[in-house]
């Protein structure tokens, strides 16, 4: 039995540590010894090694927990303190509004007139020449503090500022963009908050830029005279433009369009109308030009009725008179007919051009209509292709049309009247050669009955 045990122990021992095998018994008894005491003492290490560490452990939890006991203690020192403050803080916001009084209604009061101030001054040209003013006048209608003594002097000033800018006349250097939008240097010369002109062109303000623009688009000749010669004035009184919405009504009326595009804007039958017109407004004074020729001559022509003579229509209807006397009793009926057919001869030339102006005055309302037509069709075309009724998408169809229909009306007016005076004039010089004939023919009857 001891030696089955002892054999198992040394098979046990041998695969761990590796040693040397035993000799005998003894001496793996005296191993198994030695071994017993390095793992006696090895384990004495470990707990005293142990126990140490546990020591430590223990006292850093302790230091641990006074130190936490301590952060609650200040914890709780912290929250009566603020308390302690909030305390003060309301003792002292109470003492604050019984102090400010009707103060607080004054500083509301303040904020509300910066807050109107402020929308007059973003758009105003002024601001161009002021442009710090702004920022201060909207961070103070915007602010909740009780404005300061410097405040409210700087805001009284700047109200005042305003008010006396108002009414000058000034000239400064700045600053302008161009309507290509590049800055350049420019002599700029402002009327109150009304209008700038600079170089003889009217200048609009930019709130964004905070800065003057050369107007893309100018309004009418009068108007840059009148900025040419607020330009050019040095003293005195001159006659200028102030637009009292501050520049909005000058940008409107420069974007109204001129002659030229109006009349572009009526399509080609506009264009067929005025051409027409024209040729009957030339013809017209043309043919005025020859009958007032023709009546100044028939008039001396009748001082001299004896004498015909060849640049007029009655010298040439008496020179064609040239019957025989003893023979003209009998040939009565053939001069009548003579002189019939020289006035007849005579008649085109005084009635021509009559008959192309009655056409133009009935052709031109016609032609407007037409272009009264185009007009609504192009109006509905923008409709359709819009898919709603904006007047703006509206409003070339429309012009075109009350174009079309205004140049048919404009030029049937005026040679109507012209066709009517023109007629009269024809119908004055056709009578007189009528008299002249019909006294010259009794004339000779009655001479000859007498013979």
Known sequence: MCAALAAAIMVTFIPLSGWAAPVDLNKLLEQTRDTRQTEAKANLAREKRFMSERDKQASLLADIRKQLGAERNRGVELSTEFDGNEEALTELQVELDGRSGNLGEMFGVVRQVANDFSSVIRGSIITAQYPDREAFIVGLSETRLL????????????????????????????????????????????VGPFSAVT????????PSQKQLAIMARQPGGHFQDAAKALEEAREGYVKTVADPTRGVLLSIYAQRPTFLERIHRGEAVGYVIIAVGLIGAVLALYQFGYLTMVRAKVKRQLKTIDTPMQDNPLGRVL?????DARQLEEDAEVAELRLSEAVLKETPKLERFQPFLRLAVAAGPLLGLIGTVMGMIITFQSITESGSSDPKLMANGISAAMIATLLGLGIAVPLLFANAWLASLSRAVTQILDEQCTGLLAERLEGQHHA
Not at 199 to 206: S, V
């Open 147 to 190: 404005p300061s003594i410097g405040d409210l002097e700087r805001f009284w000033f700047e109200l005042q500022r305003e008010m006396t800018e108002t009414g000058n006349v000034v000239r400064y250097d700045t600053q302008v963009l161009t309507p290509a939008g590049t800055p350049t240097a420019a002599e700029v010369i402002r």
């Open 199 to 206: 170089d003889g062109q009217y200048l609009q303000y930019l």
């Open 319 to 323: 020179a064609s008179f040239k019957g």
